[in-house]
């Protein structure tokens, strides 16, 4: 009964220092995403992948990198991170295009950067 | 370019009140999809409901009802009979031809009952 998990749940971190976010899902699903979520902003995309190796911008891609080597696994990279990007991060995957919207969530990760 | 509004930033009901959750959006799709996503103290987004834009039909389950109107292009959201555990923040979100790597999000609505 995992669904998507995220590791980790907090971390602070230094301006300039760098760290990595890994997403994993259990469902098989083909699509997954990592979004951002700031008080008063919603959701906004970050990156995401629509399959294994592929991925793709987001709305807010500035600053993040990611890989998708392995199907059930989305990583996201802060190589340099900036007090901007305090913000709980947000993994989510959805089984294919035609399901147009529903998504299954990890339960975010908190990134503090000072 | 899509748009979700959500105006309404927070509110405040006592148990047992109905609420009503407005969703606002705008699309130049003919074919899009609209959701309702609630979160949860605990923090983990979960999908409520997806309505397709040829379905203008309510629905209702249980506590829950959506009311999709095109000709305002809304969206609502009730809750009868409010519950301490409906407290949570909801997301309306939107997504068109482009597929859910276009979904997009409200600002969200965060809804507080009060016992």
């Known amino acids: 009964n995992a669904g998507v998990t995220q590791t980790p749940k907090f971390r602070v971190l230094k301006t300039g220092q760098s760290m990595t976010l890994l997403c994993a899902q259990d469902?098989?699903?083909?699509?997954m995403y990592w979004y951002r979520q700031d008080p008063g902003m919603g959701l906004r995309l970050i990156h995401y992948s629509v399959g294994e190796g592929t991925t793709a911008k987001g709305e807010v891609p500035d600053g993040y990198n990611v890989s998708r080597l392995k199907k059930q696994n989305f990583l996201l990279g802060l190589e340099s991170a900036a007090p901007s990007q305090t913000s709980v991060y947000f993994c989510?995957?959805?089984?294919?295009?035609?399901?147009?919207?529903?998504?299954?969530f990890g339960e975010g990760s908190r990134l503090t950067v000072l | 370019a899509q748009k979700v509004t959500q105006a309404q930033t927070e509110i405040s009901v006592v148990e047992k009140e109905d609420v009503t959750l407005d969703c606002v959006y705008e699309?130049?799709?003919?074919?899009?999809?609209l959701f309702w996503y609630k979160q949860p103290p605990s923090g983990e987004l979960v999908f409520l409901i997806r309505r397709n834009s040829f379905d203008e039909q309510n629905e209702i389950s249980g506590r829950y009802s959506w009311n999709f109107q095109k000709s305002t292009s809304s969206f609502n959201f009730t809750i009868t009979a409010s519950q301490v555990v409906d407290s949570a923040v909801y997301f309306c979100a939107l997504s068109g031809q482009g597929g859910s790597e276009k979904l997009v999000f409200g600002k969200g609505t965060k809804l507080t009952v009060n016992p």
């Open positions: 469902m098989n699903h083909e699509y």
């Open positions: 699309t130049r799709d003919t074919t899009y999809y």
């Open positions: 989510a995957s959805s089984h294919f295009r035609e399901s147009t919207g529903e998504l299954f």
